[in-house]
């Protein structure tokens, strides 16, 4: 099999320096790709040199945990664009064996440290385990594709106005799981920005002279494929590629509702770990400014085909960029958005409701038999 020589950084791979690659593999459904995936990601590639990742099959995923929110072809696609993935298996086994990481050459299996369960109630790394060839990762406290599903499910209700950095985590959690058996993994627990984990994700590079700079701005709320595609189809127009994410106010304002789904600091890094990004102003200002064309150099501002609302004072937000002749329309040809995702779970309210409180139950019982083998046995 072939393998990469040069790493993403431009450093030399372990074979120039006369070192064994240590190949990782690393698998999941990867529904609904957010940080905590990419997070897991980046953990599992600093244990080696070159990652891969399984990703399930739509078939697999609703026998044993049901039915997914992405089809199988957006969640390859989604994985393959996070920057620290190497290659991607598409219908990885549920259950990982000794025989996928042979043959992919693979010297162990990272996972978080939560539980991934059959339907039948059988840890799917257990064979991985028994041998040896098991390591974990520290899971991201704070964010879960439950939770994110009962974000979603919450805008069904007559109380979605409520103010996101107010709204209660607890109130989510009832929406996305059940009432009478909660999973450790996806309990309460509010996600706490860093500047360590920014600087973990983030690029660390600046532009090379020459380089040719390119500036998009917008929401980016539930990182999905056709944002992917977008800035797949963005970055093409230069270089060196910087995304403006708003506020959550500012969203607020012009998309209504409950949006965002996903709070700023929660973009942020879902955009970071994109590999054709290479920087964020976080929290950047709607109307892109001649200051701020100016302060990063700036040659070309591009836009997708979603809709856009004007400024708060009626002004076009790309009124600048346009005046100097460095405003260009992308058409990714994919015309996926975040409603049409907020959508499917809607519509499928009732299924999705009842995976998850399958999935929280089977955990919660496999947690509660763990910790009684944890308690010392009673004296005699």
């Not at 696609?77 to 990481?101: G, Q, S």
Request: glycine share 6%.
């Amino acid at each position: 099999m072939a393998s990469n020589t040069t790493s993403s950084d431009g450093n030399s791979s372990p074979q120039q320096q006369g070192k064994r690659q240590v190949r990782v593999w690393c698998d999941g459904c990867y529904d609904m790709v957010h940080f905590g995936h990419a997070n897991s990601l980046r953990q599992a590639k600093a244990m080696g040199d070159y990652l891969i990742v399984g990703v399930h099959s739509d078939v697999e995923i609703t026998e044993h945990k049901g039915p997914p929110v992405f089809t199988e072809q957006e969640r390859y696609k989604m994985v393959r664009a996070i920057k620290w993935v190497d290659e991607v298996v598409e219908n990885a086994p549920y259950v990982t064996t000794l025989e996928t990481l042979d043959h992919y050459q693979c010297s162990f299996c990272v996972h978080g440290d939560d539980i991934t369960l059959t339907a039948d109630g059988v840890d799917t790394y257990h064979i991985v385990k028994t041998a040896n060839r098991y390591k974990e990762c520290k899971r991201t406290a704070g964010v879960s594709t439950t939770d994110l599903v009962g974000r979603m499910l919450l805008a069904t209700k007559t109380h979605f106005n409520v103010d996101q950095d107010t709204l209660e985590k607890g109130q989510t959690e009832e929406l996305g799981s059940s009432h009478s058996a909660q999973s450790p993994w996806t309990r309460l627990c509010r996600f706490l920005p860093t500047s360590q984990k920014i600087v973990q994700f983030a690029d660390g590079r600046d532009p090379n002279p020459g380089d040719r700079i390119i500036y998009v701005a917008g929401t980016f709320d539930l990182f999905h494929v056709g944002h992917l595609d977008f800035l797949e189809k963005a970055k093409a127009e230069g270089d060196y590629m910087i995304v403006g994410l708003h506020t959550d106010q500012v969203v607020n304002r012009y998309k209504g509702s409950n949006y965002p789904i996903m709070n700023l600091h929660e973009r942020t890094l879902c955009v970071l770990a994109c590999r054709y990004v290479n920087e964020v102003v976080i929290g950047a200002p709607y109307t892109v400014t001649a200051e701020l064309m100016d302060h990063f150099k700036v040659d070309i501002v591009c836009h997708g085909t979603t809709p856009l609302a004007q400024d708060s004072d009626g002004s076009d937000p790309y009124g600048e960029p346009k005046q100097r002749n460095k405003f260009k329309h992308i058409d990714s040809g994919n015309s996926l958005t975040t409603a049409d995702i907020v959508g499917r779970i809607i519509e499928n309210r009732l299924r999705y409701e009842e995976r998850n409180m399958k999935k929280e139950a089977k955990e919660a019982a496999v947690y509660e038999a763990f910790m009684k083998t944890k308690q010392p046995a009673a004296d005699n």
